[in-house]
């Protein structure tokens, strides 16, 4: 069984466009949907709640609220709750070399929930942690054994 988190920018695009995010969520919820252990989705709160927001400042219609409130509430979904992420943002600043970068919160939502992957479509996080986007044969970056990859590269693996 692979855990994965899927950052709020790959779930948005997911929710809207086609392309590699849209493939990774319908697997998910295709594997949600025939109760598969091949994919098991970890959902911090804090993304929830970002996704949310994004919902009702583009003012979606309110099947979207529901969509992602049933995905969130899914059983099969392991959740993050905030106090358990907030342990880890020392650790995550550490990592970044930051005290103040916006991607703390997912860095330590890692930290705290140890998946086997991250995806996320945030070039600067991928140059961040350490991998060269410019050089194809780039290995991802890791955060602890995390493997950090982009969408192609999760719609490749997602689908073995």
Request: net charge neutral; proline share 6%.
């Amino acid at each position: 069984m692979k855990r994965v988190i899927i950052d709020t920018n790959v779930l948005f695009s997911g929710l809207f466009f086609k392309g590699n995010p849209n493939k990774i969520l319908i697997h998910i919820l295709q594997n949600m949907i025939t109760s598969s252990e091949k994919v098991k989705l970890i959902f911090p709160e804090f993304i929830y709640q970002e996704i949310l927001d994004i919902l009702k400042r583009i003012n979606a219609p309110e099947i979207m609220f529901l969509f992602v409130e049933l995905i969130y509430e899914a059983e099969s979904v392991i959740k993050i709750p905030t106090n358990k992420i907030t342990e880890h943002l020392e650790k995550a600043k550490t990592i970044l070399g930051e005290e103040k970068h916006k991607d703390i919160p997912i860095v330590a939502a890692v930290l705290s929930s140890n998946p086997d992957y991250l995806i996320t479509g945030d070039k600067k996080l991928h140059k961040k942690l350490g991998r060269d986007l410019d050089n194809p044969e780039s290995p991802p970056a890791k955060i602890g054994s995390t493997l950090v990859i982009l969408p192609r590269e999760a719609t490749a693996l997602l689908s073995q």
